[in-house]
């Protein structure tokens, strides 16, 4: 049983920083993608960034140039740099990844930002 656990979530000011991580539970060469997403209240969840196994990571317009997606394929960790918060960016954070079948999910990591 996969299992993708966040952490790095807090209350900061606009225009602050905070690093989330995700733990996985087994090695991540055995997922195709893997990513992060976010849910804000009332409204869908939205994909933040896309980290494939190969090429080059997808970012949404929204936190191009401020977010960055890394990772640390010895200890299967994936992390997110959030620079120049926005309140706008106030969700719940979560970590996803990607199988031949499967998607996984993160239980969540709450980011407040305040104005």
């Known amino acids: 049983q996969v299992q993708l656990v966040e952490s790095g979530g807090g209350l900061v000011q606009a225009g602050g920083s905070l690093r989330l991580s995700c733990a996985a539970s087994?090695?991540?060469?055995?997922?195709?993608?893997m990513g992060w997403y976010r849910q804000a209240p009332g409204k869908q969840r939205e994909l933040v960034a896309l980290?494939?196994?190969?090429?080059?990571?997808q970012y949404v317009d929204s936190v191009k140039g401020r977010f960055t997606v890394s990772r640390d394929n010895a200890n299967n960790m994936l992390y997110l740099q959030m620079n120049s918060l926005k309140p706008e960016d106030t969700a719940v954070y979560y970590c996803?990844?990607?199988?031949?079948?499967?998607?996984?999910w993160g239980q969540g990591t709450q980011v407040t930002v305040s104005s």
């Open positions: 980290r494939p196994y190969t090429g080059s990571t």
């Open positions: 996803s990844a990607n199988d031949r079948l499967t998607q996984y």
């Open positions: 087994q090695s991540m060469f055995s997922f195709n993608v």
